[in-house]
């Protein structure tokens, strides 16, 4: 027996490579994000291989250790290569954020580490240091001492912790559900709408409210529609405000949303996803205002701080009623339940153990001040005022108004030719093309281009870029179509 296990563990060292292998393993690593990074200057946004990416499919898992040349030279033509370099600051569809440098050494760190970031007993540290960042969010969005949060791995997981968070601090059984009613518009995530299904409540009434011309919430008609839901008997639950929709980029009145909240007691919650951290630039205050009086905030940090997927915050203005929804009680957890002095994430969120997201955003802001990010985050805003302007001036375009935060709507129609094949056309040569990545989407019924700034890569010279090749394109299609 004993002869087996000594020669059980000396196979599986390859396990555990040593100083030197470790060494080796990282120049090679650190080589691989050097090329990664010089190419993002140069190499396209876009590149639409899904056959290479697809023999990842057939990729043998060995028995035995392979080269780890070969093995980053695969990672690199069949994955890092095909589809949206979502790093790259040519990313200006849906809602890019780049990925910090500094963001990937701290999840390197962690995971090194590996410390237990679920429970306060096993590493009080971490789940200070996670406390920490969401009491900085909190303070953001002027929440009070007793506000609490969980650091999720996106903004759709953030709004479903929330979403049950609201459903238990109202005491709904599933009895009311088909009679609870949610407020929502045509803009809301739709993120929003699964969150509520796997709740449970798909079966809950949404009351889809319609938008003004900048596309937020008209509320003069969410009053009158909690007072006709009352009369008929039916429980007005909560309002989803959005800060920053994807599609438009429109902040709701959250104000007037969180007064009307309040006064026939529904939760407010809003999701700013997208739009929470522009507070940092304060050129939003007026915007914003009001997003105090909220319950409940998501802010995706793989966002608008620029981190690598992988993490959204939701805040929650009682932290106790998070707790409330979520704690729990085991037998072989008793030894920490006894030491329990603060809530930890296994309290407060579906997770037990957990990835330790923390020191991801713990690490940039530390490492290069929040200065550095206010100043990123107002060049964005400046960035899509420039884009917006000099599409408005180019023949043929189309602009809605002046965007509240970082995404500009735009379309292309020439003279008497038709709008939504002419914008069809120029997206697809854009996409053929591949330097820089718009998305589409469609605002009542007209195909509509979206060139959406955040990535912290994206700076003038790519809006300039941007511009050049939708001028050159444009004239394509007119000749095309002509
Ligand atoms: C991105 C986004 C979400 C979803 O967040 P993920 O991090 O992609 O899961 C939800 N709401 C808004 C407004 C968003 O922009």
Not at 7 to 21: M, T
Request: glycine content about 8%; proline content about 4%.
């Amino acid at each position: 027996m004993r002869k087996e296990i000594e020669q059980l563990e000396h196979q599986s060292r390859e396990l555990e490579p040593d100083s030197e292998n470790r060494e080796f393993l990282e120049r090679k690593v650190t080589a691989y994000s050097e090329h990664f990074y010089k190419n993002l200057h140069t190499g396209k946004t876009y590149s639409p291989e899904y056959q290479t990416a697809s023999e990842i499919l057939e990729s043998d898992i060995p028995e035995h250790p392979e080269n780890p040349e070969d093995l980053l030279d695969e990672l690199g033509a069949k994955v890092d290569h095909p589809g949206i370099n979502t790093a790259s600051g040519g990313h200006l569809g849906y809602i890019p954020g780049g990925g910090l440098y500094s963001s990937a050494l701290g999840d390197f760190l962690a995971a090194v580490t590996n410390r237990y970031a679920g429970v306060h007993y096993t590493s009080p540290g971490a789940v200070n240091m996670e406390r920490r960042l969401i009491r900085w969010m909190a303070d953001m969005v002027g929440y009070p001492d007793s506000a609490g949060g969980y650091l999720a791995s996106g903004g759709s997981i953030a709004n479903l912790t929330a979403i049950i968070t609201a459903r238990e601090a109202r005491g709904l059984k599933a009895a009311q559900f088909s009679k609870s009613v949610v407020y929502v518009t045509e803009q809301t995530h739709h993120c929003i709408d699964r969150a509520l299904r796997i709740a449970g409540m798909g079966e809950a009434i949404q009351r889809q409210l319609p938008v003004d011309e900048n596309f937020r919430m008209k509320t003069d008609q969410l009053e009158q529609a909690i007072q006709q839901d009352l009369q008929a008997g039916r429980v007005p639950w909560l309002i989803v405000g959005s800060a920053g929709t994807t599609d438009t980029g429109a902040v709701d009145p959250l104000k007037k949303q969180g007064e009307i909240a309040a006064r026939h007691g529904l939760w407010f919650h809003v999701d700013a996803a997208y739009g929470g951290f522009f507070m940092l630039t304060g050129e939003v205050d007026s915007l914003f205002a009001g997003i105090e009086l909220s319950d409940s905030v998501v802010l995706d940090p793989h966002k608008g701080l620029f981190l690598p997927y992988g993490i959204g915050a939701v805040i929650v203005k009682q932290e106790k009623l998070m707790a409330a929804a979520y704690s729990y009680e085991a037998s072989y957890m008793q030894d920490i339940q006894d030491q329990q002095t603060v809530l930890s994430p296994a309290d407060t969120s579906p997770e037990l153990s957990k990835h330790f997201r923390g020191l991801r955003m713990w690490l940039p802001l530390k490492l290069h001040g929040v200065s550095a990010f206010r100043s990123a985050l107002k060049e964005k805003l400046r960035l899509a005022q420039h884009a917006h302007q000099r599409l408005t001036e180019m023949p043929g375009f189309e602009t809605g108004t002046e965007p509240d935060l970082s995404v500009v709507l735009f379309r292309f129609h020439p003279q008497g030719a038709d709008p939504d094949a002419c914008t069809k056309k120029l997206h697809q040569l854009m996409l053929d093309d591949g330097q820089i990545y718009l998305s589409s989407t469609r605002i009542d019924g007209k195909y509509m281009l979206r060139l959406a700034v955040l990535s912290v890569r994206t700076h003038l010279s790519t809006i300039d870029l941007a511009l050049e090749l939708l001028q050159k394109y444009a004239r394509e299609v007119t000749k095309s179509s002509a």
